[in-house]
């Protein structure tokens, strides 16, 4: 069993994908989501504070839940 419950998914009318979960209150984040749009970019907002985007062109940005952020780019598009 999953350790959230889904609140909410779907694509707009871009074509860009979310999705959004309930972590419940023990999470530092309880309310994450992710997204993912056309041009290869994704975000996502994680249950336990930190973040992560990538620009889906090799450079990305994770940012840890103390705050400190780390960019890398690689021009592959990897994490």
């Known amino acids: 069993m999953p350790d959230y419950t889904y609140k909410s998914s779907g694509t707009n009318s871009q074509g860009n994908h979310y999705c959004a979960r309930d ?3 023990g999470a530092s ?10 041009d290869g970019s994704y975000y996502y907002s ?10 889906g062109a090799g450079s990305s940005t994770y ?3 103390s705050g400190n952020s ?9 994490k």
Do not use: I, L, V
């Open 23 to 25: 972590y419940g209150s």
């Open 29 to 38: 984040n309880p309310n994450s989501y992710h997204y993912s749009n056309q």
């Open 46 to 55: 994680n249950s336990n504070g930190s973040t992560y985007y990538n620009n």
């Open 63 to 65: 940012t840890s839940p």
């Open 70 to 78: 780390t960019s890398q780019s690689s021009g592959g598009g990897k």
